[in-house]
């Protein structure tokens, strides 16, 4: 049949159908008719929407040519030169990626599955949590981006069971919560990492929602639960928060601040006076130090995280950092102390040096006086270590900055005690992996003599004085070295091995070297040596933070540490009480001479590491 005599369903001929209207195409497919005698394309919208009401599988698409139309009616989108609007979502991606997995699909949860999940957060379980919401994470977020609700009726996320429903671990249960959900990498398991996206904007909006959200019967946040309960430990949480909201109102117009405790069964004057310490407005003092010491360290004006001060407005002046801080605290307790720790009092008519020496236990002293005097002669911690007292006598939290550590911690505090414990654990595993490596040395060298010896006696010499080959038996003439110092560990072992080889091939029986046997390697001659130089073979090498004698950062944490260790402390902290020993005993050794004596060990604590090596003799 001629082309310009052909119709379709329509009746009208195919050249006149290419050039204008719309046509709605309307693909069976062919499991579904038993024959296919026509071809289903319309010019009215309805006529097609009728053969879709007859045949259910079918499918309705929109062309504005007439052939695209054909094509589709007749084989659906299985034709690939059919021109059809596909969705730019995944096949696009993966195509430009392949080598990207498939992203996961996470379902929402069932009814059923929630108010499991509900009743683990009842129960305390914040490992239970943990698994759960890390293997699906719709139990958090929901579709929208939005807290998931566990208690539809009362509109109660799980941060509001946490507080109203948990019966233990309320606090850590409600910082498992807002930690996950302002995790980075929470949300790219939930949604796949795709790299043009900005996932810490979604985490904040998260931990927003989740901490000012308003339940539905008396529009209050987690934090007015807590608060009107009494609970302490959450409110501390909550508002460690930066997003945390403060002066939300219920429905009476109240704030978390005017119901504390109005549902506390056992509410005394000290809690109602926490919890309010802790929903007022929180200030800090700080040390403000510059990053090229090129300014004396001051006290800063207290400050709150809600309006933070500029402390380098001038762009001429050296760069100033925070270097320390004790707080939260009132407005009027921290301007009360700042006061007091400006200008402490003065007891004493005259500088006495004997309060600043140090002692045997470098612990510092306890007058007033005293302190001040170690504010102006200490430039490195003076400040620290007053306001380290101070913040100990208003019972306020301290911290402050090691760059050892490069770190915030308090060492009298068990998370300080850890970060030093673990440091200093480093160090020790260091030091005794290099020294178990000389110590093999040694007794490798001392062995390539014995033997060496025996081969020269029966006229075998062997030449120990330049590197060993391992390319084969030729010797490479260079300058003299020790036999310690001839390639590395294992050269040494190969060149063990074969002159004990040697040995054996010349008739003479030997028991060759062994990891466990043990050799001393000959003494030198006597060399004169300080006393500064002597320990204990017992105790071993010491060992400092900083170089191989105390320097200033280890005198500033040792008077950092706790005057009254606790009986456990050798077996919860054993670096550190091992650490504390040397300092001590090296302090006592050079300590029990002139004043002089004291004076030089005095200089060289407050030293630098480089500065000491050049200072000894």
């Not at 405790?261 to 056992?266: G, V």
């Not at 306890?366 to 302190?371: C, F, L, R």
Request: glycine letters at 4%.
């Amino acid at each position: 049949m001629d082309e310009s005599s052909r119709t379709g369903p329509l009746g009208l001929k195919c050249l006149n159908l290419k050039s204008s209207g719309e046509f709605h195409a309307v693909f069976i497919p062919s499991e579904y008719v038993k024959v296919k005698d026509r071809i289903h394309v319309y010019q009215k919208k309805s006529e097609a929407l009728a053969v879709i009401k007859e045949h259910k599988f079918g499918r309705l698409k929109t062309f504005k040519s007439y052939v695209e139309a054909e094509k589709y009616a007749l084989h659906g989108l299985e034709d690939s030169n059919c021109t059809v609007k596909k969705s730019p979502a995944v096949p696009k991606i993966r195509a430009k990626e392949p080598e990207e997995a498939p992203m996961r699909v996470f379902e929402a949860p069932s009814k059923s599955d929630l108010t499991n999940f509900k009743k683990v957060i009842t129960l305390g379980d914040v490992e239970g949590v943990k698994n759960t919401v890390w293997e699906n994470p719709r139990y958090l977020v929901s579709g929208g981006d939005t807290p998931v609700i566990l208690k539809e009726g009362w509109r109660y996320n799980a941060l509001h069971i946490t507080v109203m429903e948990t019966r233990m671990n309320k606090a850590e249960m409600c910082e498992t919560i807002l930690n996950t959900v302002g995790n980075v990498d929470f949300l790219k398991l939930l949604d796949g990492d795709q790299k043009d996206r900005c996932y810490l904007n979604r985490a904040q909006i998260l931990q927003d929602l989740y901490l000012n959200m308003p339940e539905k019967r008396q529009n209050e946040t987690p934090l007015h639960f807590a608060a009107k309960f009494g609970y302490r430990d959450v409110v501390k949480v909550l508002i460690s928060y930066a997003q945390c909201m403060k002066n939300v109102r219920n429905k009476d117009k109240k704030t978390p601040m005017d119901i504390i405790c109005s549902r506390c069964q056992q509410a005394d004057e000290s809690l109602t006076k926490d919890i309010k310490r802790l929903l007022d407005e929180q200030f800090y003092v700080p040390v403000l130090r510059s990053d090229d010491n090129t300014l004396q360290p001051s006290i800063g004006e207290p400050f709150s995280p809600m309006s933070p001060p500029n402390f380098n407005a001038d762009p001429m002046s050296p760069r100033v950092e925070v270097r320390a801080f004790a707080g939260p605290m009132s407005k009027d307790e921290a301007t009360e102390f700042r006061r007091k720790w400006k200008t402490p009092p003065r007891i004493a008519n005259s500088y006495n040096k004997r309060d600043v020496s140090l002692n045997d236990s470098l612990e510092v002293p306890s007058s007033p006086m005293a302190s001040t005097s170690m504010r102006l002669h200490d430039s490195e911690k003076g400040l620290e270590r007053v306001g380290r007292e101070l913040a100990k006598e208003y019972h306020v939290p301290w911290k402050e900055y090691w760059p050892f550590l490069d770190d915030f911690a308090d060492m009298r505090h068990p998370e300080g005690l850890a970060k030093l414990e673990r440091f200093l654990n480093e160090r020790f595993n260091d030091q005794l992996a290099s020294n178990k490596e000389v110590l093999d040395r040694c007794r490798l060298s001392y062995h390539i003599l014995k033997i060496s010896e025996k081969l020269a006696n029966r006229g075998r010499r062997v030449n120990l004085t330049s590197p060993f080959c391992l390319q084969g038996t030729k010797y490479v003439e260079s300058t003299p070295k020790k036999v310690s110092e001839i390639g590395t560990l294992n050269d040494l072992k190969v060149l063990c091995s074969r002159l004990d080889a040697l040995h054996l091939k010349n008739g003479e029986e030997d028991q060759g070297w062994s990891d466990g046997d043990e050799f001393l390697t000959p003494p030198p001659s006597p060399v004169a040596t300080n006393n500064e130089d002597m320990f204990v073979p017992d105790e071993g090498v010491p060992l400092f933070i900083e170089g191989k004698v105390p320097s200033k950062v280890d005198h500033a944490v040792f008077n950092a540490l706790p005057a009254a260790l606790d009986p456990l402390f050798p077996i919860t902290y054993p670096s550190i009480y091992r650490w504390r020993h040397d300092v001590q005993l090296f302090v006592r050794r050079h300590g029990l001479g002139s004043d002089a004596c004291v004076k030089s060990i005095r200089r060289r604590l407050l030293q630098t590491p480089e500065r000491v090596q050049r200072s000894r003799p």
